[in-house]
């Protein structure tokens, strides 16, 4: 149930940018005796340690080439690294913990692989158990018929949206069952640096493309997965 990724900007990105449009108006407007125009700070952006540069690094052997992730842009928490196995489950498993957003996956030796997500947004969370019925590289997204209803301009995508980097599921998906049921949630990638850490999809769990190639590699089909 993911969303598509388009190269629209948000309207959170837009209001952003009107806002410091505003700022950067009036402080060119106030005549004080100076010719200088205050400039709002730039965000500190944390230094970036070699080996996470390359974690993140081009892609460029993918079947579509991928850029280099700018984790700067993200809160170093949210870079992929191995942990202890805080969550309780036997190795093997693939946990999400959303209040913190973490997707864990646990390994031998009470030690976890952690990477940093964005996860659905009010309404369309979803919880429980369930595992990774199977995975795909570079797959078609194939919209539900409830999402073309609410988002018209989707209708395009009703008998799938071609492979690549735009597509909605990005890189890789791992596709999530409960039973024999498709809950129709998954876990898939985005270019989109800044949704890490944020409530913005559609129910889906997204990893930046580096992460969810990683994690793809390390499950297996029939892996259980927690979403708590």
């Not at 990477?115 to 979803?126: D, H, P, S, T």
């Not at 980097?165 to 596709?175: D, E, I, P, Q, T």
Request: glycine share 10%; charged share 20%.
């Amino acid at each position: 149930m993911s969303i598509i990724l388009d190269a629209t900007p948000s309207r959170r990105a837009v209001l952003a940018g009107l806002a410091s449009f505003g700022a950067l108006a009036l402080a060119g407007c106030t005549t004080t005796g100076s010719t200088r125009t205050t400039v709002p700070a730039e965000p500190i952006r944390p230094t970036v340690p070699a080996d996470v540069m390359a974690m993140y690094g081009a892609r460029p052997e993918e079947e579509y080439p991928v850029p280099a992730a700018d984790v700067s842009m993200l809160n170093p928490v949210y870079w992929r690294q191995e942990v202890d196995n805080v969550t309780g489950q036997p190795a093997g498993s693939v946990v999400v913990d959303t209040a913190n957003y973490f997707l864990y996956f646990t390994m031998p030796n009470d030690r976890a692989m952690r990477y940093g997500v964005g996860l659905g947004r009010a309404g369309f969370e979803w919880s429980g158990k369930g595992h990774i019925a199977y995975k795909r590289k570079w797959p078609v997204w194939t919209p539900p018929s409830e999402m073309i209803e609410r988002q018209p301009e989707l209708e395009m995508y009703r008998h799938g949206q071609p492979p690549g980097l735009l597509n909605a599921l990005g890189a890789r998906a791992l596709y999530i069952h409960q039973g024999n049921r498709d809950t129709l949630y998954r876990i898939h990638g985005t270019m989109d640096v800044v949704t890490i850490g944020q409530a913005v999809s559609s129910g889906c769990v997204r990893l930046l493309f580096q992460d969810v190639m990683d994690l793809h590699d390390r499950v297996p089909n029939g892996a259980p997965i927690v979403v708590l």
